[in-house]
């Protein structure tokens, strides 16, 4: 019998046992989900239809919003639904195409924040020759990369944790399908295929952090050199943030995918899963937009003019 045929759907984690709390969750992922969906919009919009913000930085933030959007749409509204109608089933195909998209989401994003770093190691430590390394060809071949390489991601691990044969029955530790989730219920002898891929994933995944961290370590030098204290500040920054952002990503999504299934505990999962699936989408935009200025005055502007429609855009005046 194939694996498909064997199980029809997967019993999600539920929040809690009582019908107020699990309204609270709902109430609670539901707000958190709408302040996603604005933060990111706005960035989205304020990228977008303004010029000068048509810059590599920007545009890279612009893929990292919508990533941020479609890695927490993956998982937040099937959670929600199901707290608000007392059920835990996903559907077998809802389930791999739940894994599917987040993995896609994920490791895009990741790829993305590591050209983050490469566009500011270029701006701030090779100033001169920053529009031949980071110039509109050379950003669309990394976006293509980086969209590219969280396609053939999401096709290995989805592939290979839905080839496994299942044999601990279907209820997930978790409120989204998560592969490590997953994981445990396959037969002991199937586990390591996914595993390598895994491993393989991981690795990678330690590459670019490693290329990161080496960048930042450039970068900081360079900063310190800066005889002028606006310029450290203003590089500082633009770069601090996208070190919390890419630390907790990091830290959080190593500790769910590598700690041993032994050392397992539901709401230690479940705490680790909300650190690196909701919380970042959540707080992207905050971070970003507190700690630049020319986003923060943009989106000023914009959200001047979606109040007041009979507001002309160019002429609006915004102390920075």
């Known amino acids: 019998m194939s694996n498909r045929s064997a199980i029809s759907e997967f019993l999600l984690l539920a929040f809690a046992d009582t019908r107020e709390l699990q309204l609270v969750h709902f109430g609670l992922f539901l707000g958190i989900y709408l302040a996603a969906l604005l933060g990111n919009g706005l960035i989205l919009t304020a990228v977008a239809c303004h010029h000068r913000l048509h810059t590599p930085m920007y545009f890279f933030l612009l893929n990292l919003a919508l990533l941020d959007l479609g890695s927490i749409s993956t998982t937040l509204p099937k959670a929600m639904a199901n707290a608000l109608w007392d059920t835990r089933a996903i559907s077998y195909q809802g389930c791999a195409a739940q894994v599917f998209l987040f993995v896609f989401f994920v490791g895009a994003e990741y790829c993305f924040l590591t050209i983050m770093a490469y566009d500011r190691y270029v701006a701030i430590c090779k100033p001169l020759h920053y529009g031949s390394l980071v110039g509109s060809r050379a950003c669309g071949q990394m976006a293509a990369a980086a969209w590219g390489s969280g396609f053939l991601n999401a096709v290995l691990h989805t592939a290979t944790t839905f080839s496994l044969p299942l044999c601990q029955g279907n209820a997930v530790d978790q ?99 909300v650190l690196y699936v909701v919380v970042p989408p959540a707080v992207n935009p905050l971070i970003y937009s507190m700690r630049n200025r020319d986003l923060k005055a943009t989106l000023k502007k914009l959200i001047l003019v979606m109040t007041n429609p009979l507001c002309d855009p160019e002429n609006v005046f915004i102390p920075k």
């Not at 670019?208 to 310029?231: H, N, T």
Request: proline content about 6%.
């Open 175 to 273: 409120f989204f399908c998560e592969i490590p989730q997953i994981l445990k219920l396959s037969c002991s002898d199937a586990y390591l295929r996914e595993v390598g891929a895994l491993v393989f994933s991981v690795s990678l995944v330690f590459g670019c952090f490693v290329f990161i961290v080496f960048s930042y370590v450039q970068i900081f030098r360079a900063v310190l050199r800066m005889p002028s204290e606006q310029g450290r500040h203003k590089a500082f920054s633009t770069c601090l943030p996208h070190l919390a952002v890419v630390s907790l990503f990091v830290s959080t999504a190593m500790v769910a995918y590598l700690k041993p299934p032994s050392d397992s505990s539901p709401s230690l999962d479940l705490v680790v899963a």
